[in-house]
């Protein structure tokens, strides 16, 4: 399919875009990786990140920052071809936890200080991981 490069893009048209790199008729190398192929790059990217940060270049950063959520909607469209999960199940995992995770500002806790919410969120990260707060 024939795209035109345009100005800016919407979420659901970047993970049309990988689905279709991925697909049949895409792009030999994007078809053939894996979770584990991708490791790498995942690792490259994040540290690229970090180096933008570092020397505080907002240009690169903003890239760099698109490199590491190309990684994730690539992993996330290896899982649903594989039928394991979605991006949207990434997307509402994550808004679950951070609201988890947060009850000083989405229940009725309150903490005075970033330290304390801090130690709030590895105090709930830590019953999650015991199995004191279900998924939904």
């Known amino acids: 399919m024939k795209r035109e490069l345009k100005e800016r893009y919407s979420f659901q048209e970047l993970?049309?875009?990988?689905?279709?790199?991925?697909?049949?008729?895409?792009c030999p190398w994007d078809r053939v990786q894996t979770y584990e192929s991708l490791k790498k790059c995942l690792s490259d990217e994040a540290q690229e990140?970090?180096?933008?940060?570092?020397?505080?270049?907002?240009?690169?950063l903003q890239e760099e920052l698109g490199d590491v959520l190309l990684q994730v909607i690539f992993y996330a469209d290896i899982a649903r071809e594989?039928?394991?999960?979605?991006?949207?199940?990434?997307?509402?995992?994550?808004?679950?936890?951070?609201i988890r995770r947060h009850p000083h500002v989405f229940g009725d806790l309150k903490v005075e200080s970033p330290?304390?919410?801090?130690?709030?969120?590895?105090?709930?990260k830590a019953e999650e991981k015991a199995g004191k707060f279900g998924e939904l």
């Open 82 to 98: 594989k039928g394991q999960f979605t991006i949207d199940d990434v997307m509402s995992g994550l808004g679950r936890k951070l």
């Open 115 to 124: 330290e304390e919410a801090l130690n709030l969120w590895r105090k709930v």
């Open 15 to 26: 993970l049309d875009i990988v689905a279709e790199l991925r697909s049949e008729d895409g």
């Open 49 to 60: 990140v970090l180096d933008a940060v570092d020397r505080q270049d907002i240009p690169n």
